[in-house]
T-cell receptor, first 116, second 112 residues
Framework: AAGVIQSPRHLIKEKRETATLKCYPIPRHDTVYWYQQGPGQDPQFLISFYEKMQSDKGSIPDRFSAQQFSDYHSELNMSSLELGDSALYFC???????????????FGPGTRLTVT | GQNIDQPTEMTATEGAIVQINCTYQTSGFNGLFWYQQHAGEAPTFLSYNVLDGLEEKGRFSSFLSRSKGYSYLLLKELQMKDSASYLCAVTSRGSTLGRLYFGRGTQLTVWP
């Protein structure tokens, strides 16, 4: 079965550089979530999109932005990178989430970002 | 806000049964998930509870008591490959579009 695809899998950047992470959800999944997981930490929700519109926003720095495109893939853009941005970035997708109805999220393999 | 608590580490032997507990405090509880995560890999969905009671799926079962803010994940016939971190996560009606709030995870080590 098709899974969530993320690219790149590994990324090394220097401080103050920019990075773009891509996520391709499972076919027919229309909701995408981004999570950040630091070393030894639990995943922290950053932002989500439903039908190409931002649906929820968590602890995402103002230096980061994201969008979902017409083909439902999503990109997380990170600027002015800091050492503390080094983490695993997961994308997850799910089918339509209607009011009060929660469905499971399927996670991609993650992008490991290292800022030096 | 959400407050999710689970033990940091647990150990067990192959073939045994282990129960991982999770307590939570959340406004507008709307479901509890258990995920398995091997080091450096993506969380893998294990189970979902929204109503009180036990959900069984093969060697894994998950229980929920909403009145007590309590859940547990039961793993039977443990195998070495079950060594991983187990994450308890909740969703809230305050965020109707599915944001997951994770606990810190329980690192389970299975010994031969």
């Amino acid at each position: 079965a098709a899974g969530v695809i993320q690219s790149p899998r590994h990324l090394i950047k220097e401080k103050r550089e920019t990075a773009t992470l891509k996520c391709y959800p499972i076919p027919r999944h229309d909701t995408v979530y981004w999570y950040q997981q630091g070393p030894g930490q639990d995943p922290q929700f950053l932002i989500s999109f439903y039908e190409k519109m931002q649906s929820d926003k968590g602890s995402i720095p103002d230096r980061f932005s994201a969008q979902q495109f017409s083909d439902y893939h999503s990109e997380l853009n990170m600027s002015s990178l800091e050492l503390g941005d080094s983490a695993l970035y997961f994308c997850a997708s799910s089918q339509t989430v209607r009011q009060g109805i929660t469905v499971e999220q399927y996670f991609g393999p993650g992008t490991r970002l290292t800022v030096t | 806000g959400q407050n999710i608590d689970q033990p940091t580490e647990m150990t067990a032997t192959e073939g045994a049964i282990v129960q991982i507990n999770c307590t939570y405090q959340t406004s507008g509880f709307n479901g509890l998930f258990w995920y398995q995560q091997h080091a450096g890999e993506a969380p893998t969905f294990l189970s979902y509870n929204v109503l009180d009671g036990l959900e069984e799926k093969g060697r894994f079962s998950s229980f929920l008591s909403r009145s007590k803010g309590y859940s547990y994940l039961l793993l039977k016939e443990l195998q070495m490959k079950d060594s991983a971190s187990y994450l308890c996560a909740v969703t809230s009606r305050g965020s109707t579009l599915g944001r997951l709030y994770f606990g810190r995870g329980t690192q389970l080590t299975v010994w031969p």
